[in-house]
């Protein structure tokens, strides 16, 4: 695809989200079965279903912009996801492996605050009011899901985790 234009650039983003998302929601069941500290199981359980709306997000703006959700593979989740299969492999005391699971559930949510407010900065630019909106809601749910694993590491799972220290 030639990138000729931002329009393009957004295309191309927005795509590349789309893979991530639906990475994503492959991947949260894995980490909700994992995780031991409900609170965390219950907030992967929740996200999943946040993700799933935000790939429908991602589809109905390509769809308005006559573009098909499609034709990017997002390496950088492909890389995230494949952390968190190591980190569930790993031989891990239980606290140990909810803020193993929490750190790098945070570095997906780190990356997807980076992505959406990228897209959200360009359909502004491209005068999308619609889109920005779908995004920006997007891009606050994902700032929600990480202050929410926040919550949990600092109000439980790390303290319990450093008891192994």
């Known amino acids: 695809m030639k990138l000729e234009n931002l329009n393009a650039l957004f295309v191309q983003q927005l795509r590349d989200l789309y893979s991530a998302e639906n990475q994503l929601i492959e991947a949260l069941p894995k980490l909700a079965s994992k995780a031991t500290e409900p609170s965390l199981k219950k907030a992967f359980e929740g996200h999943l279903k946040e993700t799933k709306k935000h790939a429908e997000r991602i589809e109905t703006i390509l769809k ?70 779908l995004l920006e809601q997007t891009l606050q749910e994902e700032k929600n899901a990480n202050d929410k694993l926040t919550d949990i590491a600092t109000g439980k799972v790390n303290a319990r985790a450093a008891q192994y220290a």
Not at 68 to 78: F, L, N, Q, R, Y
Request: hydrophobic share 40%; with cysteine.
């Open 64 to 133: 308005d912009l006559g573009e098909k959700a499609e034709g990017e593979t997002c390496k950088a989740m492909k890389g995230l996801v494949a952390e968190g299969a190591e980190m569930m492999k790993a031989d891990a005391d239980s606290d140990v492996m909810d803020a193993g699971l929490i750190a790098d559930a945070q570095r997906v949510e780190h990356y997807e605050i980076a992505a959406y407010g990228t897209v959200c900065t360009y359909a502004k630019e491209l005068g999308l009011d619609s889109a920005q909106k």
